[in-house]
């Protein structure tokens, strides 16, 4: 058949040689010799059968396969998994999860990738055959699947470029395959567990909340436009609080995942996607609803949050601040394990800042949850691409400490300037890491346990995301400034800790012992991962810039909005 | 005929709908010329800052027969909302509700991390209310 429709000569199957494909298979089954002219006969739909056996050994290993083999050529690929099309004419692979492998781009986004790639994981059968195993369809079997795979052309037509096209319908495919329907806003179980990795991976605890401005950077890095991420938030967070739960960001990221599919959105919510539909599936198996009870916990704290937000100044944050800022203290220490359902709401009021109170020590300390948290999602994505791309990589630390000479000097010199800027903002270090100033310590031992597979001392992603927050630092103090209008002090400082900015997201973060262990065995690969890292870290540090500057604005807003009201009620007495 | 409007507070629009689309300028024009009266109100109201409602302004034009109604949040954002005279079954409790919606769904679009104060709302969600409310009242 492979022959037959071309594909053999061409070398992949694109939709003129799959559709042929799909026909030569129904003739076949339907007892038709394999031609050409076969195709020509009123065919019954090809029916697809699977090997369960097959499908189960591959459900253990679609988290390395999650983009792992993503770049293996369509060809291969699919000459593999056609090559048993010659054989058994009975057993036919779905091909449509083959073709999409091939079709994204050469340089998809990283984080396209992922869905991507995760759908590929859905196609597990897809990454096996890398050794040409078998490629059996994962579905279970059904007649039903026939109607649908004759669904896959119609629908296939409808998506305006080939990957999405392979990709929608692969998604049917799977989709149909768990539910017997083509339901594409249903989430089957693996994207349920990637989901909820994700989930994890931006807030361990999965009974809290993700923040709108974490969500935010999370999905803004899908590249899908600023208006359907709205939608898709407006469609998704249904009680409307500017958090996300677990049930709400499985449900944005199925629709994300499913825009970038070519999926339409929804006008509402599909029935599948609802939190309450969401919750009674997924988290059944992960705690026990509990999540209910932990909803009126944060869910008032958060909607007086927002609610001050928008409508008045928050006297009430400045003291939930320092609150907050305990815990958040603690969680420096701990690694952000504890739950940050208090944390999350800080980056939110910082966001708005219509902390009018806001001393600057507090917001200073404010600030530096914020940053973590901001870092804590960037890097989430990073660490969820490298895991994608191979292994963790061991950190290029030692790598740093040679290669550049004067990091060692820098060293200094950030620590002399933090410390001036920060001395008494910043809790004491944690013991575990050298005396650096805590801005970049508490920061790393975040990451350290952050990462669980990087189970050594920081990486460099953690010294880029030392440098992110040093980014973030940079402006948040600025903003008390110019409430204040005390944006002498604030100038100073910035242009201290900007010019350490650069240097810090080159610098290993780590004291000086560790690394000498592990430099020698780990030298070459180090520095080319610390090249990829440091890249990828300024990426996110331009966006990361990019979104200050938005918050930058709105401070700029509120605060005119402010000064208009002050002499509104200023001018009462002269009326 | 009726028109709703969402002003940001310095005073350009952040939405703008009208139920029947012709005559949408007069509509705007009154609207401009509204918000120098809901600003008047909010400087003299100013002791009483707590009020955050806005009573309606009454007949602005008594020729054209539009009756105005004004709306302001504690952060200054104005809603203004012209509905015809004729539809005399509008009681004030009616006004005063469907203000409290509009309120309510301008919030839940602030709550949205991807909106920006003071952009132009585009929000479905919005705009479905919007619609249903003024279908009530023609």
């Given at each position: 058949?492979t022959?037959?429709?071309?594909?053999?000569?061409?070398?992949?199957?694109?939709?003129?040689?799959?559709?042929?494909?799909?026909?030569?298979?129904?003739?076949?089954?339907?007892?038709?010799?394999?031609?050409?002219?076969?195709?020509?006969?009123?065919?019954p739909l090809?029916?697809?059968?699977?090997?369960k056996?097959?499908t189960e050994?591959?459900y253990g290993?679609?988290?390395?396969?999650h983009?792992v083999?993503?770049q293996v050529?369509h060809?291969?690929?699919?000459?593999n998994?056609?090559k048993?099309?010659?054989?058994?004419?009975k057993?036919?692979?779905k091909?449509?999860?083959?073709?999409?492998?091939?079709?994204?781009?050469?340089?998809?986004?990283?984080y396209?990738?992922?869905?991507?790639?995760y759908?590929?994981?859905?196609?597990?059968?897809?990454?096996?055959?890398?050794h040409?195993?078998p490629?059996e369809v994962r579905?279970s079997?059904?007649?039903?699947?026939?109607?649908?795979s004759g669904?896959y052309?119609?629908?296939?037509?409808?998506t305006?470029?080939?990957?999405n096209?392979?990709?929608?319908?692969?998604?049917?495919q799977?989709d149909?395959?768990?539910?017997?329907?083509?339901?594409?806003?249903?989430?089957?179980?693996?994207?349920?567990?990637?989901?909820?990795?994700?989930?994890?991976?931006?807030q361990?605890?999965?009974?809290?909340?993700?923040s709108g401005?974490?969500?935010?950077?999370?999905?803004?890095?899908?590249?899908?436009?600023i208006?359907?991420l709205?939608?898709?938030?407006?469609?998704?967070?249904?009680?409307?609080?500017?958090?996300?739960?677990?049930?709400?960001?499985?449900?944005?990221?199925h629709?994300?995942v499913?825009?970038?599919?070519?999926?339409?959105?929804?006008e509402?919510?599909p029935e599948?996607?609802?939190?309450?539909y969401?919750q009674?599936?997924c988290?059944?198996?992960l705690h026990?609803?509990?999540?209910?009870d932990?909803?009126?916990?944060?869910?008032?704290?958060?909607?007086?949050?927002?609610?001050s937000?928008?409508?008045?100044?928050?006297?009430?944050?400045?003291?939930d601040?320092?609150?907050?800022?305990?815990?958040?203290?603690?969680?420096d220490?701990?690694?952000l394990?504890?739950?940050t359902?208090?944390?999350?709401?800080?980056?939110?009021?910082?966001?708005?800042?219509?902390?009018?109170?806001g001393?600057?020590?507090k917001?200073?300390?404010?600030?530096?949850?914020?940053?973590k948290?901001?870092?804590?999602s960037s890097?989430s994505?990073?660490?969820?691409?490298k895991?994608g791309?191979?292994?963790?990589?061991?950190?290029?630390?030692p790598?740093?400490?040679?290669?550049?000479?004067?990091?060692?000097?820098?060293?200094?010199?950030?620590q002399?300037?933090?410390?001036a800027?920060?001395?008494?903002?910043?809790?004491?270090?944690?013991?575990?890491?050298?005396?650096?100033?805590?801005?970049?310590?508490?920061?790393?031992?975040?990451?350290?346990?952050?990462?669980?597979?990087?189970?050594r001392?920081?990486?460099q992603a953690?010294?880029?995301?030392?440098?992110?927050?040093e980014?973030?630092?940079?402006?948040?103090?600025?903003?008390?400034?110019?409430?204040?209008?005390?944006?002498?002090?604030?100038?100073?400082e910035t242009?201290?800790?900007?010019?350490?900015?650069?240097?810090?997201?080159?610098?290993?973060a780590?004291k000086?012992?560790l690394?000498?262990?592990?430099?020698?065995?780990?030298?070459?690969r180090?520095i080319?991962?610390?090249?990829r890292?440091?890249?990828?870290?300024n990426a996110?540090?331009a966006?990361?810039?990019s979104?200050?500057?938005?918050?930058?604005?709105?401070?700029?807003?509120?605060?005119?909005?402010?000064?208009?009201?002050?002499?509104?009620?200023?001018?009462?007495?002269?009326? | 005929?009726?028109?709703?409007?969402?002003?940001c507070?310095?005073?350009y629009?952040?939405?703008?709908?009208?139920?029947?689309?012709?005559?949408?300028?007069?509509?705007?024009?009154?609207?401009?010329?509204s918000?120098?009266?809901?600003?008047?109100?909010?400087s003299?109201?100013?002791?009483?800052?707590?009020?955050?409602?806005?009573?309606?302004?009454?007949?602005?034009y008594?020729?054209?027969d539009y009756?105005?109604?004004?709306?302001?949040t504690?952060?200054?954002v104005?809603f203004v909302m012209?509905?015809?005279?004729?539809?005399?079954?509008l009681?004030?409790n009616?006004?005063?509700?469907?203000?409290?919606?509009?309120?309510?769904?301008?919030?839940?679009i602030?709550?949205?991390?991807?909106?920006?104060p003071?952009?132009?709302?585009?929000?479905?969600?919005?705009?479905?209310?919007?619609?249903s409310m003024?279908?009530?009242?023609?």
């Amino acid at each position: 058949i492979t022959e037959v429709c071309g594909a053999k000569r061409v070398g992949y199957f694109g939709p003129a040689q799959f559709y042929i494909a799909l026909k030569l298979i129904a003739a076949a089954q339907s007892g038709f010799p394999v031609r050409i002219e076969s195709i020509r006969n009123e065919l019954p739909l090809p029916r697809f059968m699977a090997l369960k056996n097959d499908t189960e050994v591959r459900y253990g290993t679609p988290a390395e396969s999650h983009g792992v083999k993503f770049q293996v050529p369509h060809a291969t690929l699919e000459k593999n998994s056609y090559k048993r099309t010659d054989e058994g004419d009975k057993q036919e692979p779905k091909s449509p999860p083959m073709s999409p492998i091939c079709s994204p781009p050469a340089s998809p986004s990283t984080y396209q990738r992922i869905p991507l790639s995760y759908g590929y994981g859905k196609a597990r059968s897809g990454l096996e055959q890398q050794h040409g195993a078998p490629y059996e369809v994962r579905h279970s079997t059904h007649q039903q699947d026939g109607p649908s795979s004759g669904n896959y052309g119609a629908k296939s037509a409808l998506t305006c470029s080939t990957p999405n096209r392979s990709l929608s319908v692969e998604r049917e495919q799977q989709d149909s395959s768990t539910q017997y329907s083509d339901d594409p806003w249903r989430i089957t179980e693996e994207q349920r567990d990637y989901y909820i990795n994700q989930f994890r991976s931006l807030q361990p605890d999965l009974n809290a909340f993700i923040s709108g401005s974490v969500a935010k950077n999370f999905f803004t890095k899908s590249k899908l436009p600023i208006p359907e991420l709205s939608h898709i938030w407006e469609l998704s967070d249904v009680d409307c609080d500017g958090a996300l739960t677990l049930p709400e960001f499985c449900a944005a990221f199925h629709l994300v995942v499913a825009r970038k599919n070519g999926y339409q959105l929804p006008e509402t919510l599909p029935e599948t996607l609802l939190p309450e539909y969401l919750q009674a599936a997924c988290l059944k198996p992960l705690h026990d609803c509990a999540l209910f009870d932990s909803y009126p916990e944060p869910l008032p704290s958060s909607q007086t949050r927002d609610f001050s937000r928008t409508e008045k100044s928050s006297a009430e944050e400045v003291p939930d601040n320092s609150a907050l800022l305990q815990d958040g203290k603690k969680d420096d220490k701990q690694a952000l394990k504890v739950s940050t359902t208090p944390l999350k709401t800080i980056p939110k009021e910082f966001q708005h800042l219509t902390v009018k109170a806001g001393k600057e020590k507090k917001n200073a300390m404010c600030y530096l949850h914020k940053p973590k948290l901001v870092s804590y999602s960037s890097t989430s994505i990073e660490d969820a691409m490298k895991k994608g791309e191979e292994p963790p990589t061991p950190p290029p630390r030692p790598q740093k400490s040679h290669s550049r000479a004067s990091s060692l000097d820098l060293n200094k010199i950030f620590q002399q300037n933090t410390q001036a800027v920060r001395s008494g903002w910043l809790p004491p270090p944690p013991p575990a890491l050298p005396p650096r100033p805590s801005v970049s310590q508490t920061e790393q031992s975040s990451e350290v346990e952050l990462r669980p597979q990087m189970n050594r001392p920081p990486s460099q992603a953690e010294e880029n995301s030392s440098a992110k927050k040093e980014v973030v630092l940079v402006q948040p103090p600025s903003k008390p400034a110019r409430r204040k209008l005390r944006t002498e002090a604030q100038g100073l400082e910035t242009p201290e800790l900007s010019p350490t900015i650069n240097v810090t997201s080159s610098l290993p973060a780590v004291k000086p012992h560790l690394p000498v262990q592990k430099q020698s065995s780990k030298q070459k690969r180090a520095i080319q991962t610390a090249i990829r890292k440091n890249k990828e870290a300024n990426a996110v540090l331009a966006r990361l810039n990019s979104e200050l500057q938005q918050q930058l604005k709105e401070v700029h807003k509120e605060r005119i909005a402010l000064e208009t009201q002050l002499e509104q009620l200023r001018p009462v007495t002269v009326l | 005929p009726s028109q709703c409007d969402l002003f940001c507070p310095q005073n350009y629009p952040l939405y703008i709908r009208s139920v029947p689309t012709e005559n949408e300028l007069k509509f705007h024009y009154t609207v401009h010329t509204s918000l120098d009266v809901v600003d008047e109100k909010i400087s003299a109201m100013g002791k009483a800052l707590v009020d955050q409602r806005e009573l309606y302004l009454g007949l602005l034009y008594p020729t054209e027969d539009y009756k105005v109604y004004g709306y302001v949040t504690n952060s200054k954002v104005k809603f203004v909302m012209v509905v015809d005279s004729s539809n005399t079954a509008l009681r004030d409790n009616e006004i005063r509700s469907m203000f409290r919606k509009l309120h309510n769904s301008y919030t839940d679009i602030m709550c949205n991390p991807f909106y920006n104060p003071g952009d132009r709302i585009h929000s479905r969600a919005f705009d479905t209310m919007v619609n249903s409310m003024m279908m009530q009242v023609c």
